[in-house]
């Protein structure tokens, strides 16, 4: 039996849907950085880097990662979990919506199929 403390009370018991939600939360910053992985050679080659430079965004959104967390611990403990929560996404949300924007303002060519960018672009 899992025992879990939700709002400074003790609970003896996880709803599926909690471990679920807890598992996709938990499941972010792994696909991260197993999206980043195939990447590298794409990145030497669109930028001009050498590998060694490549690498150091993956140590720099580790980097990012750890310090952030050193923060979020604190202002959740403050604010509350879920609002801290809800914030973070959010903020998520929006560099997600940033990046697709630039993406359909750029028309940058990619070196994957650009027939397929094209519904996006035009």
């Known amino acids: 039996m899992l025992l879990l403390v939700i709002e400074g009370r003790m609970t003896d018991r996880l709803t599926v849907r909690q471990i679920f939600i807890l598992m996709i939360l ?23 880097l050498l590998s ?12 990012g990662t750890a310090l952030g967390r050193l923060v979020y611990g604190p202002f959740a403990n403050s604010i ?6 809800y914030l973070g996404l959010s903020i998520s949300l929006v560099g997600t919506l940033l990046i697709v924007s630039s993406l359909l303002y750029s028309r940058m060519h990619w070196s994957i199929d650009s027939d397929a960018w094209r519904c996006f672009i035009s």
Do not use: C, D
């Not at 792994?30 to 001009?48: D, Q, R, Y």
């Not at 060694?52 to 980097?63: G, I, K, R």
């Not at 509350?80 to 929560?85: I, W």
């Open 80 to 85: 509350g979990r879920k609002k801290t929560l």
């Open 26 to 48: 938990f499941s972010f910053m792994p696909i991260v950085s197993v999206i980043f992985t195939p990447a590298f050679p794409l990145l030497t080659k669109e930028f001009g």
């Open 52 to 63: 060694s430079q490549a690498q150091w965004v993956m140590t720099l959104y580790l980097l």
